[in-house]
């Protein structure tokens, strides 16, 4: 046998320290949410004694609560809360739970940033705004000399004809 089948048929186990276990896997216990087993009998029995047996959409509605989004502190707060509670009674896993308060971590980190763009959203819908009501005064002001230019070229042209009659006296 090569050490390459050996490998494929040997548990994928690594400890904290990366050393690999060296049992066969074990054909009769169900992978980890994969097609084909990949530990032995000792690992997958540990892996499913660390997973809670809860089921994951009552989880989910536990840890997210009223949370729409994680757009605010509050609401990564919030969920934060929730994990330690979940994570108290033994709901969740370890691990989960770590890369979750990770997660959040980086929510929060990304907050000032996503404050910062919406704030420039926001201010650039106000020049926009305020630019259109520059246009729509200055298309105003231009509509009024036109009309303004049109009164006096009107008064321009019926000045000269009334002259010719208000020069004219009456004989006495």
């Known amino acids: 046998m090569s050490p390459k089948q050996h490998t494929d048929r040997q548990c994928q186990f690594e400890n904290a320290r990366g050393q690999r276990c060296h049992m066969l896997i074990d054909n009769h216990h169900p992978g980890n949410g994969t097609a084909r087993p990949t530990l032995c009998a000792y690992h997958a029995d540990r892996l499913r004694a660390t997973v809670p047996a809860v089921d994951p959409e009552t989880l989910a509605a536990d840890l997210l609560g009223d949370i729409n989004d994680f757009s605010t502190a509050g609401s990564v707060n919030l969920f934060l809360g929730n994990l330690v ?59 009024q000399n036109r009309e303004l230019a049109a009164r006096r070229q009107q008064q321009a042209t019926v000045s000269p004809a009334q002259q010719g009659t208000d020069n004219v006296r009456p004989a006495s």
């Not at 308060?101 to 907050?111: E, R, T």
């Open 85 to 143: 509670k979940q994570l108290a009674r033994k709901r969740i896993a370890r691990r989960d739970a770590i890369a979750l308060a990770y997660i959040s971590q980086l929510l929060l980190n990304s907050l000032p940033a996503l404050e910062r763009a919406l704030a420039a959203e926001k201010e650039a819908a106000e020049e926009a705004a305020e630019e259109a009501e520059a246009a729509r005064i200055n298309a105003r002001i231009r509509q």
